[in-house]
């Protein structure tokens, strides 16, 4: 698949901001064999004074921006061509769930993709007895690692609602497992916290999701959304797997990953400081656009 990506993310301040200082994880990864970025740009405005770009430990692109003058607004505005070539995961390699310990314990490498870095608590996902227990419910017939990934993912999907307005970018875990209630982002957390507790470990993924209309509608500009969903390392045959909770899935060719981490606090698109007084408001919009191959 091919894909135009556009990206806006705007922040406004009831108060001019007289400076501030943003790390920026906006564009879609470079993934040999999994998606190709071509035509990719990033602008901000107002025009920054400062500008830089590093890879995080994650492998993560970052841009680091400064702004000096003083601004009510700020916009960043990203954009790309993707081609997804990855569908979706092949055979089921992966070995039992009892076998996984000893797996985890024969990897020696501790670089970003080792899996020793997810298997611990987080900053923003800690262990919760009462997700551990669902957890285990719903993996408890799974023949293999991959299996128990995508069964606790269906019951997450089954047992949690989707409610845009029920919880926050700060919200735990625990409470909004609590209430069965989320976005993506809870979801996603949720399903790391329950992998990590039965000793599966588990990564924080964000991305961009292709949105498909209902029959004879148009499809909407900016409908498109900013996504999360979770990667799960299946033993060293199976790898990393992609598995997205909130559709009930494992990712595939409609999923463009962006960036990795081990919870929301490594990967957000935008974070930063700012010489503020006062409320602010922010606004986005994504557009993921099939192009003719």
Same mark, same amino acid.
Request: proline share 8%; aromatic share 6%.
């Given at each position: 698949?091919?894909?135009?990506?556009?990206?806006?993310?705007?922040?406004?301040?009831?108060?001019?901001?007289?400076?501030?200082?943003?790390?920026?994880?906006?564009?879609?990864?470079?993934?040999?064999?999994?998606?190709?970025?071509?035509?990719?740009?990033?602008?901000?405005?107002?025009?920054?004074?400062?500008?830089?770009?590093?890879?995080?430990?994650?492998?993560?692109?970052?841009?680091?921006?400064?702004?000096?003058?003083?601004?009510?607004?700020?916009?960043?505005?990203?954009?790309?061509?993707?081609?997804?070539?990855?569908?979706?995961?092949?055979?089921?390699?992966?070995?039992? $769930?009892? @076998?996984? +310990?000893?797996?985890? &314990? /024969? !990897?020696?490498? *501790? #670089?970003? =993709?080792?899996?020793?870095?997810?298997?611990?608590?987080?900053?923003?996902?800690?262990?919760?007895?009462?997700?551990?227990?669902?957890?285990?419910?719903? $993996?408890? @017939?799974? +023949?293999?690692?991959? &299996? /128990? !990934?995508?069964? *606790? #993912?269906? =019951?997450?999907?089954?047992?949690?609602?989707?409610?845009?307005?029920?919880?926050?970018?700060?919200?735990?875990?625990?409470?909004?497992?609590?209430?069965?209630?989320?976005?993506?982002?809870?979801?996603?957390?949720?399903?790391?916290?329950?992998?990590?507790?039965?000793?599966?470990?588990?990564?924080?993924?964000?991305?961009?999701?292709?949105?498909?209309?209902?029959?004879?509608?148009?499809?909407?500009?900016?409908?498109?959304?900013?996504?999360?969903?979770?990667?799960?390392?299946?033993?060293?045959?199976?790898?990393?797997?992609?598995?997205?909770?909130?559709?009930?899935?494992?990712?595939?060719?409609?999923?463009?990953?962006?960036?990795?981490?081990?919870?929301?606090?490594?990967?957000?698109?935008?974070?930063?400081?700012?010489?503020?007084?006062?409320?602010?408001?922010?606004?986005?919009?994504?557009?993921?656009?099939?192009?003719?191959?």
């Amino acid at each position: 698949m091919l894909y135009q990506v556009r990206l806006s993310v705007s922040y406004h301040y009831a108060r001019p901001a007289s400076g501030g200082r943003h790390l920026l994880r906006l564009l879609p990864a470079h993934l040999p064999g999994v998606q190709e970025i071509s035509q990719e740009a990033i602008a901000i405005s107002p025009r920054p004074t400062e500008r830089s770009e590093h890879t995080d430990f994650f492998g993560n692109r970052t841009v680091e921006v400064a702004v000096a003058c003083d601004h009510s607004e700020i916009v960043f505005t990203a954009g790309c061509r993707v081609e997804r070539l990855f569908a979706g995961p092949g055979a089921d390699r992966s070995p039992p $769930l009892t @076998d996984l +310990p000893g797996e985890i &314990a /024969a !990897v020696l490498d *501790l #670089g970003p =993709a080792a899996p020793h870095h997810f298997l611990s608590a987080s900053p923003r996902i800690r262990p919760v007895a009462a997700i551990t227990d669902h957890a285990r419910l719903a $993996l408890a @017939d799974a +023949p293999s690692v991959r &299996a /128990a !990934v995508e069964a *606790l #993912g269906r =019951a997450l999907h089954r047992d949690l609602r989707f409610d845009g307005g029920a919880t926050s970018v700060d919200t735990r875990p625990e409470e909004a497992f609590a209430h069965r209630h989320g976005v993506c982002q809870d979801f996603a957390q949720i399903m790391i916290a329950g992998l990590r507790g039965v000793g599966v470990p588990a990564a924080y993924v964000s991305g961009f999701l292709r949105t498909v209309p209902p029959p004879g509608q148009p499809r909407l500009e900016g409908a498109d959304a900013m996504h999360a969903w979770v990667r799960a390392w299946c033993g060293r045959s199976e790898g990393w797997v992609d598995y997205d909770p909130t559709n009930g899935c494992f990712v595939g060719a409609d999923h463009v990953v962006a960036a990795v981490g081990r919870d929301y606090g490594d990967l957000a698109p935008v974070s930063g400081i700012l010489r503020i007084a006062g409320g602010q408001r922010t606004s986005h919009a994504v557009d993921v656009i099939p192009l003719p191959g």
